[in-house]
C-alpha cells in the first residue's frame, strides 16, 4: 500500500513552477512552428517571383505544383492552388519593406513630415514570420497589394497580440486610413517622444458603428451608450485606454462642471479628457476642452504622471476651422469626427415597416 503523504506549499509552488514552465514551452514551440511554416512560405514566393514561374510555364503552373507537392507530401494541407498563389502574393507584397536601411536613414532625415509611413520602413523580417498564416491571409485579402497597409498592421498584431477577428473587424473599419489622423497641436504643446505617440493614438474618425441608439439621440444618449458598450469603445480607442468615468466631477468647490468622460493612458502615462459633442466642432469646444485639461493636470494628475491630454469627439469639423483653433491653445487637444450608422428606427418607421409602407419609394416619388 502506498504511503500516504502530506503535501506541503513547496511541493504546490513547484508543480505551479513546472505547469508554467511547460505552458512558456508549448507556447515557444507553437511560435516556433508558425516561423518555420512562414519562412517556408517566404522562401517559395521567393522561388516563384524570382523564377518567373508563371510565367515561364504558363496558366496552369500553379495546378502543376499543387499536384507535385502533394504527391511529395500527401498528409500536407498547405499545397492548395490557392495557398501556392498566397505564398506568391505574400513575398511580392514585402519584400520591398523589409531589411531596408536606407529607408531607415530617410525617415529619420524626414521626422518632421507627418505624412512618412514610419512603421513601414521598420518592418523586419522577424517582424512577418512572427505573424500567424491566417493574419497574413486576412491581410492579403484586404490590402490589395498595398504593402504600407500591410504592413501597419503586421506591426499592430504584434504590438497588440490580435486575434484574427480582432484583426478583421480593424481591416473592415478602415484603422490604416484613420489611426493618428486627429487634428491636434501636440506637435508643440508635448515634448517629443509623447507628442508622437500621442498623435499616433488618435483616429479620424472614430468607428462607432457598435452602437445602436436612435437618430434624434442627444448627448447624454451617446455617452451613456459608450459606457454602456465601454469594451467595444475601449477596443475602437485603442490598445492602452484605461476607463476611469463617466461625468467625472471636477474638484473644485463651488463648481458644477464635468468631465464627459475621463481616460488614463497606460502607455503614455497620462490622463486624457474626452469631450463628446453630437453636433458640428466649434471654436468654443477648444476653451472648455483646454480648461478641463488645465484643471486636471493641477488636480487629477498624480506624481509620475505624464501631462493631460484632450481629445474632443465631434459629429463633424471644418478641418481649417479645426487646425486654427487647435492653434490658439497651449494644452494640448486633438479633434477628430465620429461615425455612427447603426441607428434604431423611429417609432414611426416601425409602424410603417409593419404596415408594409415602402418609404424610400414615397420618398422617390417627392
Request: glycine share 4%; with cysteine.
Amino acid at each position: 500500500m502506498d504511503e500516504i503523504i502530506q503535501f506541503d506549499e513547496e511541493y504546490k509552488s513547484w508543480i505551479k513552477d513546472i505547469s508554467q514552465r511547460y505552458r512558456d514551452c508549448q507556447i515557444r514551440a507553437t511560435v516556433s512552428v508558425n516561423r518555420e511554416l512562414i519562412s517556408f512560405y517566404w522562401s517559395l514566393g521567393r522561388d516563384i517571383f524570382e523564377k518567373q514561374a508563371d510565367s515561364k510555364w504558363g496558366s496552369g503552373f500553379y495546378k502543376r505544383l499543387s499536384q507535385d507537392m502533394k504527391e511529395q507530401f500527401p498528409n500536407s494541407t498547405g499545397f492548395s492552388v490557392r495557398n501556392l498563389r498566397y505564398a506568391s502574393s505574400f513575398y511580392c507584397l514585402y519584400s520591398n519593406n523589409t531589411n531596408v536601411p536606407q529607408a531607415v536613414a530617410q525617415l529619420e532625415e524626414n521626422a518632421e513630415d507627418t505624412n512618412v509611413p514610419q512603421l513601414v520602413a521598420q518592418i523586419t523580417e522577424e517582424d512577418i514570420f512572427s505573424v500567424p498564416w491566417g493574419h497574413h491571409r486576412l491581410i492579403m485579402d484586404r490590402c490589395k497589394g498595398n504593402s504600407d497597409m500591410a504592413a501597419f498592421f503586421v506591426k499592430k498584431i504584434i504590438q497588440n497580440n490580435w486575434s484574427r477577428s480582432v484583426l478583421l473587424n480593424f481591416l473592415d473599419t478602415d484603422l490604416y486610413e484613420r489611426q493618428g489622423k486627429a487634428i491636434s497641436n501636440f506637435q508643440y504643446s508635448l515634448p517629443k517622444p509623447q507628442s508622437d505617440l500621442a498623435q499616433e493614438m488618435t483616429k479620424d474618425p472614430y468607428n462607432f458603428d457598435f452602437l445602436t441608439i436612435r437618430e434624434d439621440y442627444n448627448e447624454k444618449q451617446l455617452k451613456d451608450a459608450l459606457v454602456d458598450n465601454v469594451i467595444n469603445f475601449l477596443l475602437e480607442l485603442g490598445k492602452g485606454f484605461a476607463f476611469v468615468g463617466k461625468e467625472y466631477p471636477l474638484p473644485i468647490e463651488g463648481t458644477e462642471e464635468y468631465i464627459d468622460l475621463l481616460f488614463y493612458h497606460l502607455w503614455l502615462h497620462c490622463y486624457v479628457v474626452v469631450e463628446v459633442k453630437i453636433k458640428a466642432f466649434n471654436s468654443r469646444d477648444i476653451s472648455q476642452t483646454a480648461t478641463y485639461v488645465a484643471i486636471a493636470d493641477d488636480l487629477i494628475r498624480k506624481e509620475g504622471d505624464n501631462k493631460t491630454i484632450g481629445l474632443i469627439i465631434c459629429k463633424s469639423k471644418n478641418d481649417v476651422l479645426a487646425k486654427y483653433a487647435v492653434g490658439t491653445s497651449n494644452e494640448p487637444i486633438g479633434i477628430s469626427e465620429y461615425e455612427l450608422s447603426n441607428l434604431l428606427p423611429t417609432p414611426e418607421e416601425i409602424e410603417q415597416k409593419l404596415m408594409g409602407v415602402d418609404t424610400s419609394e414615397e420618398d422617390s416619388e417627392e
